[in-house]
Structures are given as C-alpha cells and as structure tokens.
C-alpha cells in the first residue's frame, strides 16, 4: 500500500475515532424515581430492556475505539503491513478497507475465525442476546 493511502486511512481512523470520543456513552435510566423513591413496576422491565441496550452500546463502543486504536498503531508500527490479513497475508480488499478501516482479518479469515468460535454451540443461550 502507498504511503498517500495509509495516511488516508489513518485519517479516517482518527475521524472515527474522533467521532466515537464526542458521541460518549449511552446514558443510563434509573429504576427509581428519587422523588418517589420506590420502583414503577409497570415501567420496570422496559427500563431494565435500555438499560441492557445501553450497557451493550457502550461495550461496543469501546471495543470500537480499541480496535481503531490497535489500527492506528499497526500504521505507526508498520506501515507495510497496515492492509495486509493477519491471518493469511493476503491484502484484504480496498472496500472492506473503506468500510472498516480497523480491520485485520479479509472476509474469509473473519468467517473462519467466527465459525471457530461458535462451533461448539449448537443451541442459543441467553446470554449471547445480553
């Protein structure tokens, strides 16, 4: 990959970032009224429901700025290789690039590595929606 092209992605990964750090986390409802100081069990369970969907969206968002982060030290590391599948040493493909600039497998070193990790589960557990 050209020089001009990796400082390209390493600007779109800084706007990512950038972008991630100004949105912050997801904010978090409260069970309790404080004025009221008891629990609304009619409201209970969909406030439970964003509180999940909140928490969810913050972990992913760190994990978001941990992969950029990791991103931006491979360019500063080793340019060379910015681009380059870490499990095959093929380059991955400009558009998923463009779309994840993050990234450090191709398409199919993701599918084969996600396929290893739920190859033991046949069923759907409660917590793989959490």
Do not use: W
Not at 25 to 41: C, G, I, N, T, Y
């Amino acid at each position: 990959m050209k020089p001009a092209e990796i400082a390209a992605f390493r600007d779109r990964l800084l706007a990512l970032r950038a972008e991630l750090i100004a949105a912050g986390d997801v904010p978090f409802e409260s069970l309790r009224d404080d004025a009221v100081s008891k629990v609304d069990e009619d409201a209970a369970p969909l406030t439970e429901m964003n509180q999940v969907i909140a928490s969810r969206r913050n972990r992913e968002r760190v994990a978001s700025l941990n992969r950029i982060s990791d991103a931006l030290h491979r360019i500063s590391d080793d340019p060379e290789s910015f681009g380059l599948c870490e499990g095959c040493d093929e380059p991955i493909p400009e558009g998923r690039l463009l779309l994840l600039p993050h990234v450090r497998l191709c398409a199919g070193c993701q599918a084969e590595e996600e396929n290893e990790v739920t190859a033991g589960r046949s069923r759907r557990h409660l917590t793989d929606y959490v």
